[in-house]
């Protein structure tokens, strides 16, 4: 008799365990059905989409100040959300059949070709004239004005030396030298530089300002947030001490005339 219970018991643990293998294999099939759904993306689009804002017109290029419009141009790019495919340009591929991806990108590139040569004047046009993919335009256009990638690092070294070089003029004023220095910096950034970044710029700008006044070339060096500064904080505060010294002077100068009087 208890071995006869026994087997019962042993009997219905084993209906249960294969029951609950059976479930659980169940509900694993369910679970690989279900992934193996596509989901549709068409809905994110309407909830994702950003607030349609007028831009305005893009800004105009006449052949002038190339690297000025160029940082205007990508801007105004990027908020018409075809900054990418410019940068990248399509990822289709030729014979191949089209794709929705495709079919997107080519609706950017043709509004990005677009909105380049739009800003154009005649004898800007004639250097892309025929042209359609956006980034052909744009690469053609910068290396016009920049030269290709060797004309470009030649550059490079040029301004490379010329901001490690740079000092402040007897005649000019702090702020004259701030933007003496700073056009050397952002031309050397529109050329794709990275070394001089926010914090490498305000520390040669200090360094160049130092010839003028050690001591408050000193006391910026010793602020907690020196490391981290960038060049128009550092300009700020030079000019607050300046400022101060200023009246220091002043101070001083009507206590001398206090005193012959």
Known sequence: DVCSSDLKCRKRVAGHACGKKKEDEEKGKKDTEFTRVPYDYSHMGKVMQL???????????????????????????????????????PSHVEGQEFTDNDVFEFQQNVQAASLILSCLKPEESNKVHGMENAKKIWDTLRISYEGDASVRKCNIELLHGKIENFAIKKSETTQQMFDRFMTLINKIRALGDKKWDDNSAARKLLRAYRKRNKNLASIIMERPNYESMGPHEMLAKIKHHEVLDDEDIEDQEASHKKVVA
Do not use: C, Q, T
């Open 51 to 89: 607030p349609s804002v007028n831009l305005g017109k893009p800004p105009a290029f006449d052949g002038i100040n190339y690297n000025d419009w160029a940082h205007k141009m990508k801007l105004h790019l990027l908020a018409a959300r075809v900054w990418e495919i410019v940068e990248s340009g």
